[in-house]
């Protein structure tokens, strides 16, 4: 919560990296201070509106600002890219999440597929800080919605790039030059889509390699209390805001968290559309 009783979190940088991809930087400065690789926030943009979990990409301590990247898919990610620099956001809540395992694991392949390259992308940074040898894959369906190519760049040993069409990198799925990449590889860490991560764990099962995913399940409360993020891990019930968002990608029961997400779906694909119409009739 915001200490200062201020109206609200203040955004000190708004701009878009991809279409509907934004980056904000929110000053916040207990989050920026604590916050570690792979935690998370949750932020509400008003006072009714739904809770939405958004990964810490980066922070600065010294400034006291938190940087958040953020695809608009649904009604209030897309409220959220709608607002600029000087605008504020009453309720940014964190950090949150257990922070990401970082150790001295040799060479680390960090596979991000869409905005999951801003999710993974604290984690690559931490894990080259910790000694590893990091090469990154990243893929998107197409060249606008590859991002963080540049940011990767400035210190991962290697970035791949691959582009369902073939329009920029490789044209492919991220799952191709991990195949390649198998016999030199000594941990990856995997976010994405969930058929993308189930993919890649099928994929280093079979070669042992210890792979780690960040599950994304639908988030209310964030404190472990409401039941809304639980996934299923090795056979036994776990919370994602507590217990994760990170997990051994081999013991994801993959199946249920897929059924789990689409629960919500008509719900949101109306809130969307009322959300839509209220933009367009405000444009007329
Ligand atoms: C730990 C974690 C970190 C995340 N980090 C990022 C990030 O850095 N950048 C980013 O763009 N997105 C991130 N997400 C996903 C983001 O939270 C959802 O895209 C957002 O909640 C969608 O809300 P909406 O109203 O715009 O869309 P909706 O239309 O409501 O939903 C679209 C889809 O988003 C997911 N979703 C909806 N509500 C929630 C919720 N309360 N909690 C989790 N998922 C939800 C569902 O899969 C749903 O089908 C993260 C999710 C989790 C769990
Ligand atoms: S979000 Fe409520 S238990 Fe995790």
């Known amino acids: 919560m915001n200490a200062s009783n201020s109206p609200g979190f203040l955004i000190t940088a708004a701009r878009f990296l991809a279409p509907d991809v934004k ?10 201070r604590k916050r570690q690789a792979g ?10 509106g739904e809770r939405i979990p958004l990964t810490i990409a980066d922070s600065d301590p010294v400034a006291g600002t938190i940087t958040i990247i953020v695809q608009g898919i649904g ?29 001295k694991f040799g060479t680390c392949v960090v596979i991000g597929g869409g905005v999951g390259t801003a999710i993974a992308y ?11 040898r990091v090469i990154a ?5 197409n060249r606008q919605l590859v991002i963080l190519e540049e940011e990767l760049r400035a210190f991962a040993d290697e970035v ?3 582009t369902d069409d073939g329009s920029y990198g490789e044209k492919g799925l ?3 030059p991990l195949q390649r990449l198998l016999g030199q590889i000594d941990y990856v860490l995997a976010i994405g889509p969930i058929p993308m991560m189930r993919a890649v764990a099928n994929v280093t099962r079979e070669h042992k390699i210890k792979t780690v995913v960040s599950l994304n399940p639908i988030m209310v409360d964030g404190t472990g209390m ?6 299923s891990v090795a056979g036994k019930n776990q919370f994602a805001c507590v217990d994760g968002p990170e997990f051994d990608a081999h013991q994801v029961d993959f199946e249920t968290l897929t059924k789990r997400n689409a629960m919500y779906r008509d719900m949101e694909r109306q809130s969307l559309a009322r959300h839509q119409c209220q933009l367009e009739g405000m444009a007329h």
């Open 226 to 231: 409401c039941g809304g993020c639980r996934v």
């Open 23 to 32: 980056l904000f930087q929110i000053h916040a400065p207990r989050v920026a």
């Open 122 to 132: 604290p984690t690559a940074k931490a894990l080259k800080a910790a000694g590893n």
């Open 160 to 162: 791949i790039i691959t």
């Open 174 to 176: 991220v799952i191709d």
């Open 39 to 48: 935690q998370f926030v949750i932020v509400r943009i008003h006072a009714l």
């Open 137 to 141: 894959i990243i893929g998107g369906r």
């Open 75 to 103: 009604k209030t990610t897309k409220q959220l890219n709608a607002l600029n620099a000087g605008d504020s956001i009453p309720n940014v809540v964190g950090p949150l999440g257990k922070p990401s395992e970082i150790e």
